[in-house]
């Protein structure tokens, strides 16, 4: 069974999306990846438990979206979990902060005067290692007088008829 986890959020010249994408590391995955993002008009995307280390992620975005940027979070996760990775023809993006389970950035439009926050999430797999993360989440939202999306894969469920 083939499982796409995909979402989007679109805000009139501009395609907000995350994906988990795992095997990354894979030339069809980076095919798919490249077709997806320029088919949708993405302008950035944060990818998901790609799998890939970080000796390897230069080449591979460089490959996959030329000229594009991208940040993630190495150095909190060994596990190689978030890919923020930005056209910056279309937006500025300037991290502000990272964990194991997140990268929070400010981001620009530049074909319009639009400014928000953009925190990509990549929820860890039990319930007590979430609760750093909905810490955490609370202390980016505590006076924030901006617009805040918070986007991704929380790794968890509204109830227990949910799960697969």
């Not at 994408?21 to 990846?33: D, F, P, S, V, Y």
């Not at 077709?35 to 008009?41: C, D, S, Y």
């Not at 594009?68 to 930005?86: F, H, P, V």
Request: aromatic share 10%.
């Amino acid at each position: 069974m083939k499982r796409i986890w995909i979402q989007g959020i679109m805000t009139g010249s501009m395609q907000l999306v995350t994906w988990n994408i795992r095997g990354m590391n894979k030339l069809h995955k980076q095919k798919e990846l490249k077709l997806f993002v320029k088919e949708n008009k993405v302008s950035i995307i944060a990818v998901l438990e790609h799998k890939i280390k970080e000796n390897m992620a230069n080449k591979i975005v460089r490959k996959t979206l030329p000229g594009w940027k991208y940040e993630a979070n190495y150095e909190y996760s060994n596990k190689w979990r978030i890919w923020l990775i930005w056209n910056p023809q279309l937006i500025e993006c300037v991290i502000l902060s990272k964990s194991e389970q997140y990268i929070q950035g400010r981001i620009k439009l530049r074909s319009r005067s639009l400014t928000f926050l953009f925190v990509a999430v990549y929820g860890l797999h039990t319930i007590q290692s979430r609760k750093s993360l909905w810490d955490d989440l609370r202390v980016l939202n505590a006076g924030v007088n901006e617009p805040m999306i918070c986007l991704g894969y929380y790794n968890t469920i509204l109830s227990g008829d949910d799960r697969v």
